[in-house]
C-alpha cells in the first residue's frame, strides 16, 4: 500500500492525475447509467444499450489509464508502440461489452458476478496491454507481487460492481456499484504502476514508429469526444423518457373526454388543501353533483350527444371558476368541485349556484339544443369531516338527497343523512348470513383470443341473491366487506368454489379472480391460496389472480413480497383497471405481472376520443417492450375489435363475446374436450357466430 501511495505521490503529475480522477468518475456514472437502460429494454433496444454502455466503459477505463500515464513522469525518453495501444483500447470495449453481456444475459445468479469478473479482467488486460506497449529508454522489473495484486484488485471489484448495479435493490446500490467500478479502475491501475521498476538503459533507444505523448494526447480528445457523445444520446434518451413520462401521467389525471382532472387528480387535490389547512382556520367545500336527464339525451340521441353534452358542460363549469375553485370529472355524468379559503359558509352556497347556472344552459348539436339539469350535495371541512374520503361521501349522501327534491337542488350535509351508513351496517350483516344460506353465486365472463375469437379462459365474477334486496351489485357490498374485513372470508369462499368448479372441467381453460385490496394485506395470503389449490386440485398455471394498483400502492414492499409468493406456486399474476392509478409506470418497472388490463373507460372511447386511443395505444406498445400480454376489457362493438387488433392486442374481454353468466349457461365451452378430442375445434372456441351479442339496451 505504501509503495502504491509511494509511486502516485512522486511519480505523476497532480493535475492530469486529477483528470484521471474526473473521467473515471464520470465515465463510470454514464456506463453505470446506460446499463441500468440495458436491464430496462428488450431486443434490439436491450442490444443497442448493451453495445453503447460497453464502448463508454471500455472507453472510460482505456482514457483513465493513458491519461494517467500522461501524468507519469518518468525520468527517460519514452513513447507508445501503435498496434499494441490501440489494441488495449479494443480489449478494453470488447471485453467490457461481453462482461455486460453475461451479466444481461440472465436472471439474477452467480452469473452476475462471473460477468463482473469478466469486466474486471478486461481492464487488467487492456493495462497490461497498453504497458507492454509502453517503450523508454530502459528496462522494466516487475514485482510480481503487485502485479497479481493488481489483477485480483480490477477482478474482485468488478464482481462487486457489477453485483450492486445489476441486482434489484434500492438506488443506493446503484451510487455503490459505481464506486466499485471506479475502484475497479484506478486500483488495478496504480497497484500495477507500482509493480514497476525502471532500470536506465543507455543501449536502448525508442524507435521513431511510435506515438509521441503529444499524439497520444490528440487520441484521448478523440475518445473523449465518443464518450461526450454517448452522455449526449443518454441525455436526450433521458429527457425523452422523462416527456413521455409527463405526459403519460397528465393523460392518466386527466379525463379524455373532456379533459378535466379525473378522479385520482380529485384526491391528489383534494388531500394538498387539507394537508395545507390542518389547523381548520380556511373552509373548504366539497361539492358532489351529476347530470339530470342526461340518460334521456344519450337514449334518444346517442351516444354522440352525450358526449357533446359533457363537453359543453365541463367546458362552461371550468370558465366559471374562480381562485381556489377546481373541479374533476369522477365518472360517467358525475362531476366533483372544490372551493377553498371560503370566508362565509354560505359562499359554497353561491359557487354551487354557479355551476347549476352553467350547466342548465342548453348545448348545440347538430342543429339541436339539449339541456340538462343537475343535482349537488355540498359538505364542508372542517365542520363536517377532516378526511377526503369522509368528505366525498358526505358531498354524495347530501346529492341524493338533493335529488330526491328536484332537478337543479342544492342541499348541503346533515348528520341524519347517516341513516344510509346504518344500512350499509346492516348489509354488512346480511353478508355473513348470505354464505351461510348460499346466497352467494360465481358468474364467468368470457376471455378471447381477439385474432381467433377463441375463449381462452374466464373472469369470475360475483354475485349476491339477496332474499329481500335481490340481486345487490359488487360494487355496493364488496366495498363494505373491504372495510369491515369480511373481504378476507367472501374471498376465500369465491378462491375456493371457483377453483373447485374450474378443477372439474373436461376443457382445462384458465380463470381469472379478483383479488381486493384488503385480501392483499394478509401476509398469509399466498399459503392460503396454495390451500385452496391443494385442496380442490386445480392446476396453478390454470389460476390468474387480478391485482389493482389501489391494492399495492399503500404499502408496496409488503405487496410485492406476497406477489413474489404467489408467482412461486405458479399462479399467473394480472394487473387490473390499468391506466386509472398515476403511478402505473412505476408499478410495472417495480412488480412482476403477467398481464394488463386495460380499463374499460379507456376502450370505450377509442372510437371517438383521441386522448382514449393515445393511452391504449401507449399501454399496448409499452407492454409489448415488457414482453407482458394485454387484455382489454369493456369490448362491446366491432369497432373497438378493430381498433384493438390494427393495435397488435391480443386478449380481449367484453359484451361483444358474452355478458357474465352462471356455470350452467357456460357448460357447453367448459365440458367441451380439449383441443384433438373432437376434430374440428379448437380449445374453448366459440364460432364468431354464435357468440352472444350485447343487446341494444346495453
Same mark, same amino acid.
Given at each position: 500500500m505504501?509503495?502504491?501511495?509511494?509511486?502516485?505521490?512522486?511519480d505523476?503529475?497532480?493535475?492530469?492525475?486529477?483528470?484521471?480522477?474526473?473521467?473515471?468518475?464520470?465515465?463510470?456514472?454514464l456506463?453505470?447509467?446506460l446499463?441500468?437502460?440495458?436491464?430496462?429494454s428488450?431486443?434490439?433496444q436491450?442490444?443497442?444499450?448493451?453495445?453503447?454502455?460497453?464502448?463508454?466503459?471500455?472507453?472510460?477505463?482505456?482514457?483513465?489509464?493513458?491519461?494517467?500515464m500522461?501524468?507519469?513522469?518518468?525520468?527517460?525518453?519514452?513513447a507508445?508502440?501503435?498496434?499494441?495501444?490501440?489494441?488495449?483500447?479494443a480489449?478494453?470495449?470488447v471485453?467490457t461489452?461481453?462482461?455486460?453481456?453475461?451479466?444481461?444475459?440472465?436472471?439474477?445468479?452467480i452469473?452476475?458476478?462471473?460477468?463482473?469478473c469478466?469486466?474486471?479482467?478486461?481492464?487488467?488486460?487492456?493495462?497490461?496491454?497498453?504497458?507492454?506497449g509502453?517503450?523508454?529508454?530502459g528496462?522494466?522489473?516487475?514485482?510480481?507481487?503487485?502485479?497479481?495484486?493488481?489483477?485480483f484488485?480490477?477482478?474482485?471489484?468488478g464482481?462487486?460492481?457489477?453485483?450492486?448495479?445489476?441486482?434489484?435493490?434500492?438506488?443506493?446500490?446503484?451510487?455503490?456499484?459505481?464506486?466499485?467500478?471506479?475502484?475497479a479502475?484506478?486500483?488495478?491501475h496504480?497497484?500495477?504502476?507500482s509493480?514497476?521498476?525502471?532500470?536506465?538503459d543507455?543501449?536502448i533507444?525508442?524507435?521513431?514508429d511510435?506515438?509521441?505523448?503529444?499524439?497520444?494526447?490528440?487520441?484521448?480528445a478523440?475518445?473523449g469526444l465518443?464518450?461526450?457523445?454517448?452522455?449526449?444520446?443518454?441525455?436526450?434518451?433521458?429527457?425523452?423518457?422523462?416527456?413521455?413520462?409527463?405526459?403519460?401521467?397528465?393523460?392518466?389525471?386527466?379525463?379524455?373526454?373532456?379533459?378535466?382532472?379525473?378522479?385520482?387528480?380529485?384526491?391528489?387535490?383534494?388531500?394538498?388543501?387539507?394537508?395545507?389547512?390542518?389547523?381548520?382556520t380556511?373552509?373548504?367545500a366539497?361539492l358532489?353533483?351529476?347530470?339530470?336527464?342526461?340518460?334521456?339525451?344519450?337514449?334518444?340521441?346517442?351516444?354522440?350527444?352525450?358526449?357533446?353534452?359533457?363537453?359543453?358542460?365541463?367546458?362552461r363549469?371550468?370558465?366559471?371558476l374562480g381562485k381556489?375553485?377546481?373541479?374533476?370529472?369522477?365518472?360517467?355524468?358525475?362531476?366533483?368541485?372544490l372551493?377553498?379559503?371560503?370566508?362565509?359558509?354560505?359562499?359554497?352556497?353561491?359557487?354551487?349556484?354557479r355551476?347549476?347556472?352553467?350547466i342548465?344552459?342548453?348545448?348545440?348539436?347538430?342543429?339541436?339544443?339539449?339541456?340538462?339539469?343537475?343535482?349537488?350535495?355540498?359538505?364542508?371541512?372542517?365542520?363536517?369531516?377532516?378526511?377526503?374520503?369522509?368528505?366525498?361521501?358526505?358531498?354524495?349522501?347530501?346529492?341524493?338527497?338533493?335529488k330526491?327534491?328536484?332537478?337543479?337542488?342544492?342541499?348541503?350535509?346533515?348528520?341524519?343523512?347517516?341513516?344510509?351508513?346504518?344500512?350499509?351496517s346492516a348489509l354488512?350483516?346480511?353478508?355473513?348470513?348470505?354464505?351461510?344460506?348460499?346466497?352467494?353465486?360465481?358468474?364467468?365472463?368470457?376471455?378471447?383470443?381477439?385474432?381467433?375469437?377463441?375463449?381462452?379462459g374466464f373472469?369470475?365474477?360475483?354475485?349476491?341473491?339477496?332474499?329481500?334486496?335481490?340481486?345487490?351489485?359488487?360494487?355496493?357490498?364488496?366495498?363494505?366487506?373491504?372495510?369491515?374485513?369480511?373481504?378476507?372470508?367472501l374471498?376465500?369462499?369465491?378462491?375456493?368454489?371457483?377453483?373447485?368448479?374450474?378443477?372439474?372441467?373436461?376443457n382445462?381453460l @384458465? /380463470?381469472?379472480?379478483?383479488?381486493a385490496? =384488503?385480501q392483499l !394485506?394478509?401476509?398469509?395470503? $399466498? %399459503?392460503? *391460496?396454495?390451500?385452496?389449490l391443494?385442496e380442490?386440485?386445480?392446476?396453478?398455471?390454470?389460476?390468474?389472480?387480478?391485482?389493482?394498483?389501489?391494492?399495492?400502492?399503500?404499502?408496496?414492499?409488503?405487496?410485492?413480497?406476497?406477489?413474489?409468493q404467489?408467482?412461486?406456486?405458479?399462479?399467473?399474476?394480472?394487473?387490473?383497471?390499468?391506466?386509472?392509478?398515476y403511478?402505473?409506470?412505476?408499478?410495472?418497472?417495480?412488480?412482476?405481472?403477467?398481464?394488463? @388490463? /386495460?380499463?374499460?373507460?379507456?376502450?370505450? =372511447?377509442?372510437? !371517438?376520443?383521441?386522448?382514449? $386511443? %393515445?393511452? *391504449?395505444?401507449?399501454?399496448?406498445?409499452?407492454?409489448d417492450?415488457l414482453?407482458?400480454?394485454?387484455?382489454?376489457?369493456?369490448?362491446?362493438?366491432?369497432?373497438?375489435?378493430?381498433?384493438?387488433?390494427?393495435?397488435?392486442?391480443?386478449?380481449v374481454?367484453?359484451?361483444?363475446?358474452?355478458r357474465p353468466?352462471?356455470?350452467?349457461?357456460?357448460s357447453?365451452?367448459?365440458?367441451?374436450?380439449?383441443?384433438?378430442?373432437?376434430p374440428?375445434?379448437?380449445?374453448?372456441?366459440?364460432?364468431?357466430?354464435?357468440?352472444?351479442m350485447r343487446?341494444?339496451?346495453?
Amino acid at each position: 500500500m505504501l509503495k502504491v501511495l509511494s509511486c502516485i505521490a512522486t511519480d505523476h503529475s497532480y493535475g492530469l492525475l486529477a483528470l484521471a480522477a474526473l473521467v473515471c468518475v464520470l465515465g463510470s456514472i454514464l456506463t453505470v447509467r446506460l446499463y441500468v437502460r440495458v436491464q430496462r429494454s428488450a431486443g434490439m433496444q436491450k442490444l443497442n444499450w448493451l453495445f453503447m454502455s460497453g464502448v463508454v466503459g471500455g472507453s472510460t477505463i482505456w482514457m483513465t489509464h493513458f491519461i494517467a500515464m500522461l501524468s507519469f513522469n518518468p525520468p527517460l525518453a519514452h513513447a507508445y508502440e501503435p498496434m499494441l495501444t490501440m489494441a488495449s483500447l479494443a480489449a478494453a470495449i470488447v471485453i467490457t461489452i461481453m462482461g455486460f453481456l453475461i451479466t444481461a444475459a440472465g436472471r439474477p445468479s452467480i452469473v452476475i458476478e462471473f460477468g463482473g469478473c469478466v469486466v474486471g479482467a478486461g481492464i487488467a488486460i487492456m493495462h497490461y496491454t497498453g504497458m507492454a506497449g509502453y517503450q523508454i529508454a530502459g528496462r522494466l522489473e516487475w514485482d510480481q507481487s503487485h502485479y497479481a495484486a493488481s489483477v485480483f484488485l480490477g477482478i474482485g471489484f468488478g464482481a462487486v460492481a457489477m453485483s450492486l448495479i445489476a441486482r434489484p435493490g434500492a438506488p443506493a446500490r446503484q451510487y455503490a456499484g459505481i464506486l466499485a467500478l471506479v475502484l475497479a479502475i484506478t486500483t488495478m491501475h496504480f497497484t500495477g504502476m507500482s509493480a514497476i521498476t525502471i532500470i536506465p538503459d543507455s543501449l536502448i533507444v525508442t524507435s521513431n514508429d511510435m506515438i509521441p505523448e503529444s499524439l497520444l494526447t490528440v487520441v484521448v480528445a478523440i475518445i473523449g469526444l465518443m464518450l461526450a457523445l454517448g452522455a449526449s444520446t443518454y441525455a436526450i434518451d433521458l429527457q425523452s423518457t422523462r416527456g413521455a413520462a409527463e405526459r403519460f401521467r397528465h393523460l392518466s389525471l386527466h379525463d379524455p373526454l373532456t379533459g378535466l382532472p379525473n378522479r385520482v387528480a380529485l384526491g391528489e387535490k383534494l388531500q394538498e388543501i387539507i394537508d395545507r389547512h390542518k389547523d381548520g382556520t380556511a373552509g373548504i367545500a366539497v361539492l358532489s353533483f351529476d347530470l339530470d336527464r342526461f340518460k334521456d339525451v344519450n337514449d334518444v340521441h346517442g351516444h354522440a350527444a352525450g358526449d357533446a353534452v359533457l363537453q359543453g358542460v365541463a367546458g362552461r363549469m371550468s370558465k366559471v371558476l374562480g381562485k381556489g375553485e377546481f373541479i374533476a370529472r369522477m365518472g360517467g355524468d358525475e362531476f366533483v368541485a372544490l372551493s377553498s379559503n371560503l370566508a362565509r359558509y354560505d359562499d359554497a352556497t353561491a359557487f354551487a349556484s354557479r355551476l347549476v347556472e352553467a350547466i342548465i344552459q342548453p348545448v348545440e348539436w347538430e342543429g339541436k339544443k339539449l339541456q340538462v339539469g343537475t343535482s349537488v350535495g355540498i359538505s364542508h371541512y372542517p365542520a363536517d369531516a377532516r378526511t377526503p374520503q369522509a368528505l366525498l361521501a358526505q358531498a354524495d349522501l347530501a346529492m341524493y338527497r338533493a335529488k330526491a327534491v328536484g332537478s337543479n337542488a342544492v342541499r348541503r350535509y346533515e348528520p341524519a343523512m347517516d341513516d344510509a351508513a346504518r344500512d350499509r351496517s346492516a348489509l354488512a350483516m346480511d353478508m355473513r348470513q348470505g354464505i351461510e344460506r348460499n346466497e352467494f353465486e360465481l358468474y364467468y365472463q368470457y376471455q378471447n383470443n381477439s385474432l381467433t375469437r377463441d375463449v381462452i379462459g374466464f373472469e369470475v365474477l360475483l354475485r349476491w341473491h339477496h332474499p329481500v334486496r335481490g340481486m345487490v351489485p359488487p360494487a355496493e357490498f364488496i366495498p363494505i366487506a373491504d372495510r369491515n374485513g369480511f373481504i378476507h372470508e367472501l374471498g376465500d369462499w369465491v378462491l375456493r368454489t371457483a377453483c373447485h368448479q374450474a378443477a372439474c372441467w373436461t376443457n382445462p381453460l @384458465k /380463470i381469472a379472480v379478483n383479488v381486493a385490496p =384488503g385480501q392483499l !394485506t394478509n401476509v398469509n395470503l $399466498a %399459503a392460503r *391460496v396454495q390451500e385452496i389449490l391443494l385442496e380442490t386440485g386445480l392446476e396453478p398455471c390454470r389460476l390468474e389472480l387480478e391485482i389493482t394498483e389501489s391494492g399495492i400502492i399503500a404499502d408496496q414492499q409488503n405487496a410485492l413480497r406476497i406477489i413474489r409468493q404467489l408467482k412461486q406456486l405458479g399462479v399467473k399474476i394480472a394487473m387490473d383497471d390499468y391506466g386509472t392509478g398515476y403511478s402505473s409506470l412505476t408499478t410495472l418497472q417495480n412488480f412482476p405481472f403477467d398481464k394488463i @388490463k /386495460i380499463d374499460r373507460a379507456f376502450i370505450d =372511447g377509442v372510437t !371517438t376520443s383521441r386522448q382514449s $386511443a %393515445a393511452i *391504449v395505444r401507449s399501454t399496448i406498445i409499452l407492454a409489448d417492450s415488457l414482453g407482458i400480454p394485454v387484455l382489454a376489457e369493456g369490448v362491446e362493438c366491432e369497432e373497438h375489435m378493430d381498433f384493438l387488433l390494427n393495435e397488435g392486442c391480443p386478449q380481449v374481454q367484453g359484451y361483444l363475446f358474452g355478458r357474465p353468466m352462471p356455470l350452467s349457461e357456460i357448460s357447453h365451452v367448459v365440458n367441451r374436450p380439449p383441443c384433438g378430442e373432437l376434430p374440428g375445434h379448437q380449445a374453448g372456441g366459440i364460432e364468431p357466430e354464435t357468440l352472444p351479442m350485447r343487446s341494444a339496451v346495453g
